[in-house]
């Protein structure tokens, strides 16, 4: 995946459970958006599916799947879509193999030497561990740095804990000059671009990278092979771009097609220094060769030492050759005709790129999007075919920018925006089952997923799989969900940052940033420490992880149940109650932030009374729509406006000059900018450009008069 989502310190914003519909629908099996003939289809259906998915065959193709390397770019990445290809056509979908060429990198060779004050070779492979055979090919899988400058740089070593513009400034007020040093820094916390970046920009010739032990090593419980957790001798790859877009490098904003223009790499801010991660067994070793005072005590690590700043004595050698350039990403695509509304879409995908075996990231989740790929195959030869199409993608070059899923979307963006009701991604099925669920979504979305877990059974306690959820949410509260931890998991508990939104990640960030549609990403379990390492193999997930696989086929059935409750509902089942919440919270945090500086929020007052219509024309509406299914009216005319409705908060291209289109979320670049809701007023308020800030303000305003007079209208059409 491209977005760890380990974020030490930072809670998820929760939302307590409103809705106005659950109140007006006695009978228990009646779903959201469903009449009670179709609410007893759907729970036939669902318990049809339910006994078709099979853990074992999901075993059977995780086996393959890890059987060889798959990075994008390789052979081994067209072998694994041919296979994902031809699986696909045997369960009865129409498929599509789509090429597009990107800017990619791969490695050559890396070295690193340690000069002063002793002379060793610092290793760049990880350890092979007894009883695992993957580990046998060390030799072959050095760690690297995707989008690395290759270089040869020869300086002394200075520690600069998270690479923040904080960090750095923070050092050189301690007198550290880091021109033509190299600077080690620990993976979290700032994102992995950001750190190279900032290490460039005040002057470093090399950056080494490596997973402290606090933050997925011993600390947490047993290290692998015995436990979940990341051993001292383990690499984690990340790539470190650092651009204002995803995709292809070389084609920003536009589909890298035959024909289609490209940059020159002058105009384009990748690295320019060597970066190279290393192990915390590395790190170590360098550390205890740094001198000068220590290290402030929150950059103190959990390494048997006292972490000192530099620079030196350590010298270092380090040594990066890549093979950066053009190269083939393959997407596998395969449709499933809807019956009665053909034209709606309904996306399902995962992505088939590793950085090696990649058994946890992302081929758990391939693996079982391939068994419900054939379950949802024979529901449809055996007369239960969706009302709306399923579209189901494997995505190539994820862990590059997001590559294959962005360079889709920036090609079928129109076609999107008039078909698709929601996409539903599950980048990675199982990580750690000691850990909860973890889903980042659409707040319209949130209600459905909370639905449907209720339906599913947990393997472990025999609970609902909403229970099991929300009982480990509450007990690892640093894990984001659906709605985080907080008010709807625990009442009683007070959140520490309740503005914080967790936007939709890996593959589903090109829907949700760029065209602000409904779309999610899961995974079991994000806290573990085999994250792209060599030991995140099927020896791993079979003797650590799942090894009966049924928490692979739990992640089957929920991803395949939310897919067919918005393939099948009369009208899809989009929460606009719960989305007026969150922006609600959104602008009173901005307000409190604003507060805190002096300034006003432009145009707050009626954005608030905005808000309020809006909640208020959505529960009606809910209430209304509730009382048409239940009467058995036809709402077929209603379906398409209503998840039409979504797009209200997708910024108007004529003056979309940040990185995400969604008016609700997004990133700046700016090192130290706060939040991410509400990002247009939010950046101007940061950077006190109350001018922009007004600007922006009109831009929201109109997008909420918009919103409720879409709910408006859907009230009058239903009437």
Known sequence: MI???RSFGKATLAVAFVTGLAAQTPPATLHFGFSPDASRRQDEIESILQEKIAPARIEEHLRWLTSRPHRT???????TADY????????????ELVRYDAYLPAPVSVAIDMLEPTRETIPTTEDRIEGDPFTAHVGEHPGWNGYSASGDVTAQVVYAHHGSVEDFEALEEMGVDFHGKIVLLRYYDTGEGRKVANAERFGASAVLLYADPEQDGFPFGDVYPKGNWRPPGAIMR???????????????????????????????????IPVVPISSRSAETLLRHIAGPPAPLDWQGALPLTYRIGPGPAKLRVQAQMDNRDRPMWNVIGRLPGETAPDQWVGLGNHHDAWIFGAGDPSSGTAALLELCRSLGELAREGHRPRRTLVVAFWDAEEMLLGGSTEWVEEHSEELLEKAVAYINMDSAVFNTERPLSVAAHPVLHRLFRDVARDI?????????????????????????????????????ELERPHVFEAPYD?????????????SDMYYGADYGMYHSIYENFHWMKTVVDPEFVYHALMASLQGRVALRLANADVPPLDYVTEADYWRMAYRDLEAIAAGRGQEVPGIAEAKELIERWDAEARSLEGELTEALAAGRDMNALARPYYLASRDFLRPAEISHYASRNLFSGDTLDEGVSGSTLPGIRFALDKDDLEKARQESEIYLVALRRRAESLAALRRALR
């Open 3 to 5: 977005m760890w989502s």
């Open 73 to 79: 770019g390789t052979e081994g990445a067209r072998i």
């Open 84 to 95: 994902l290809l031809e699986r696909l056509r045997e369960y009865g979908f129409e498929t």
């Open 238 to 272: 990340r790539s470190v771009e650092f651009l204002p877009y995803a995709g292809d490098p070389l084609s920003p904003g536009w589909a890298s097609v035959p024909g289609a223009r490209r940059l020159s790499l002058e105009e384009v801010k990748l690295p320019g």
């Open 457 to 493: 059974k947990d393997p472990r306690t025999g609970k609902s799989l909403f229970e099991a959820w929300r009982d480990l949410q509450n007990q690892f509260r640093r894990v984001p969900g659906v709605d985080g931890w907080g008010e709807f998991f625990d009442p009683e508990r």
């Open 507 to 519: 593959d589903a960030a090109p829907f949700f940033n760029h065209l602000a549609l409904p779309s």
